[in-house]
């Protein structure tokens, strides 16, 4: 399907002028799947309270393209308290792998945010993208390296990690348990007290709205496995496709 110009080019005003914190606790699960020609206006959210701290909220709102069958992209936009835009990012996902043609699909995530502030650089994450299915059951895990480029010259590579297991009771309906989490860089882990680990119930699902268009949702309330995390996240994804 090609795109339609008038909601893209809405879309693209709305990176501009919507306006919220940082993406840390938006945080979401990569799928390796590409839907070509397809069009997605995204929006990611969450809040989380880290310990001893006042409880922090975010969103990504995004816009992206499968320009190829194999190629998807997407550029969000981040901002930090106050509406002022903090970083702006190039998401892309490659299809490695026809669904269901091996017992994993694969598929992979380069992602590149540039900093907005003075003193913030830029990072480039990338890794692959897995995906399994037992029956109705999806599992997802994502491992995922994450280098910082800091303007102070200081730079280092992180290990950050997604996954999820989800129960497909229906299109409309999914559950299931999902995970995000850091442990610092990638030949160097941190202690395990001081790694970032969260784990908790999630549902999703997709309602099709016709002519090729639906609206896809997840939500999830992730807990905090060890003091260095934030004590709960609540977080989720909005994802209108046409």
Not at 5 to 24: D, Q
């Amino acid at each position: 399907m090609k795109p339609n110009l008038t909601a893209v080019t809405g879309a693209a005003l709305a990176l501009t002028c919507l306006s919220t914190a940082h993406a840390g606790p938006a945080a979401y699960v990569h799928t390796p799947a590409v839907e070509y020609g397809e069009t997605e206006l995204e929006l990611h959210g969450g809040t989380r309270r880290e310990p001893g701290e006042a409880r922090e909220s975010a969103a990504v709102i995004s816009v992206g393209y499968g320009v190829t069958p194999y190629w998807f992209t997407e550029i969000e936009k981040k901002s930090g308290e106050g509406a002022e835009v903090e970083a702006l990012e190039w998401e892309n996902i490659l299809q490695l792998t026809e669904p269901g043609q091996y017992a994993v699909d694969l598929g992979m995530l380069v992602e590149v945010e540039a900093s907005l502030e003075s003193d913030g650089g830029w990072e480039l994450k990338l890794g692959p993208l897995l995906q399994t299915e037992f029956g109705k059951t999806q599992v997802n895990f994502n491992p995922l390296l994450e280098r910082k480029f800091d303007t102070d010259g200081e730079e280092k590579t992180e290990l950050v990690y997604e996954w999820q297991v989800l129960y497909r009771l229906q299109q409309s309906l999914e559950f299931g348990l999902q995970g995000l989490g850091e442990v610092g860089e990638w030949n160097d882990w941190e202690d395990s007290s001081d790694q970032n680990h969260k784990a908790g119930p999630v549902i999703a699902g997709k309602l099709p709205l016709g002519n090729h268009d639906a609206i896809k949702y997840d939500a999830a309330l992730l807990f905090g496995l060890n003091s260095a995390t934030a004590d709960n996240t609540v977080r989720f994804s909005l994802e209108y496709e046409f």
